[in-house]
Nanobody, 125 residues
Framework: QLQLVEAGGGLVQPGGSLRLSCAASGFTLDSYHIGWFRQAPGKEREGVSCSSSSGINTIYADSVKGRFTISRDNAKNTVYLQMNSLKPEDAAVYYC??????????????????WGRGTQVTVSS
């Protein structure tokens, strides 16, 4: 049974860090690109970052470049999102999703299939 399960969210002060994880099961992780997305209340879902199936290539939204880093350990079936220098505007529910490796990397949510349920990130003092 295919599953993507996000974890690692929580409450952090501005300027702090969190590392999110996306645990995959039921499929071969290295056959898929993995994207991280976020959605704040009243806003559309936004693409944050995407890692190629091998982890060699990555893309980021301008809003997080230099602060967030995506990585993956295919042997552990897990993809990570390291978030540093967090800002209040980073607060959202964060989701991971998969995209077949034969496609280009993307930050568009409608290009991804099979989503996790999300993990809440709150950035507040």
């Amino acid at each position: 049974q295919l599953q993507l399960v996000e974890a690692g969210g929580g409450l952090v002060q501005p300027g702090g860090s969190l590392r999110l994880s996306c645990a995959a099961s039921g499929f071969t992780l290295d056959s898929y690109h993995i994207g991280w997305f976020r959605q704040a209340p009243g806003k559309e879902r936004e693409g944050v970052s995407c890692s190629s199936s091998s982890g060699i290539n990555t893309i980021y939204a301008d809003s997080v470049k230099g602060r967030f880093t995506i990585s993956r350990d295919n042997a552990k079936n897990t993809v990570y999102l390291q978030m540093n220098s967090l800002k209040p505007e980073d607060a959202a529910v964060y989701y991971c999703a998969r995209r077949w490796r034969g496609n280009a990397l993307s930050l568009k949510s409608n290009n991804f299939t099979d989503w996790g349920r999300g993990t809440q990130v709150t950035v507040s003092s």
